[in-house]
């Protein structure tokens, strides 16, 4: 639920960087026949894209006339994705441009691997497309799998089409020792319902609730180890806290670490150091 900059390989650049030292001649000359056919497959992929209608997509829409699906799928397998090939250089350009490295989707995991936002089990003619893929980490792309909707309330948001989300994360502080962070999507009530919707999906689906919780204990353990000797009072605390969040929310209104300390900067109990048991 971040965006992204879209790809700024084209679909035969990737295509012709696949076929480059491919031993198998006939399987070459049809991809490079192919080309005309992916780059128009691409520009209907893009404009679906901006205009948010991917949810009605089908495999008719994108034919690849003369390459077979399985063909498709190893190409992306082989020639793409694997190691030492020369199209492993655009693989890795397209991962490049997740920003600070992390994953699109979380912004937690390392971006070491690509999506495919339209799966390449029932899209196989997109399974080298540029804008098809999506830097993620492995998480992620686990857990996303296969998953893809007609419906446009529980459609997967986009990274290279994002539209403006506003605040959505937001947390509370469970008063349990060791003390919990819950993170849950609560959008602005001016967002429109389908988006809206369409964020509690993915948060869901991704299971970023736990991954946020899980990743914050230890940041909150050792914060419960400095706090109580730092600050004379709770207002104090509390100021310290929130001075975080500011500083974390400059760059992301929806940063995990700012949406933690926003929730401990205003939980009383918290900034009393409570948690202490005195």
């Known amino acids: 639920m971040w965006a992204v900059d879209p790809p700024k390989l084209t679909a035969e650049a990737t295509a012709r960087a696949c076929v480059q030292g491919m031993k198998d001649p ?12 992916l780059s128009a497959n691409s520009r209907s992929y893009q404009t679906s894209t901006t205009m948010d209608t991917l949810h009605q997509a089908s ?6 006339p003369g390459v077979s699906d399985d063909q498709l799928r190893w190409t992306y397998r082989q020639r793409l994705a694997r190691s030492r090939t020369p199209g492993r250089k655009a693989y890795d350009q397209l991962i490049s441009a997740a920003p600070h490295g992390l994953c699109a989707y979380c ?3 390392q971006a070491k691997t690509l999506d495919h936002f339209l799966p390449k089990a029932n899209f196989a003619s997109l399974a080298i497309e540029p804008w098809n893929l999506v830097p993620s980490c492995h998480q992620c ?3 996303l799998g296969e998953a893809w909707s007609t419906d446009p309330n529980t459609q997967m948001l986009h990274p290279y089409s994002m539209p403006d989300l506003g605040r959505w994360l937001r947390a509370t502080v469970e008063h349990t020792t060791p003390v919990v962070v819950t993170f849950f999507v609560d959008p602005e009530p001016s967002l429109d319902p389908i988006l809206s919707s369409r964020i509690r999906t993915q948060f ?3 299971d970023l609730a736990n991954l946020y919780a899980v990743v914050s ?3 909150l353990s050792g914060l419960e180890r400095r706090l109580p000797s730092l600050f004379a009072d709770a207002g104090e605390t509390s100021a310290f806290l929130l001075e975080i969040a500011t500083s ?6 929806n940063d995990r670490r700012g949406v933690m300390y926003e929730a401990l900067g205003h939980d009383d109990w918290y900034c009393a150091c409570k948690f202490t048991g005195n």
């Open 107 to 109: 912004r937690y995991g």
């Open 59 to 64: 495999p008719k829409h994108y034919p690849v």
């Open 217 to 219: 204990g230890q940041e």
């Open 141 to 143: 792309n686990h857990h």
């Open 26 to 37: 006939q399987l070459k000359a049809a991809i490079l026949a192919a080309i005309p056919r």
């Open 248 to 253: 974390a929310f400059a760059a992301d209104s």
């Open 204 to 206: 869901d689906r991704l």
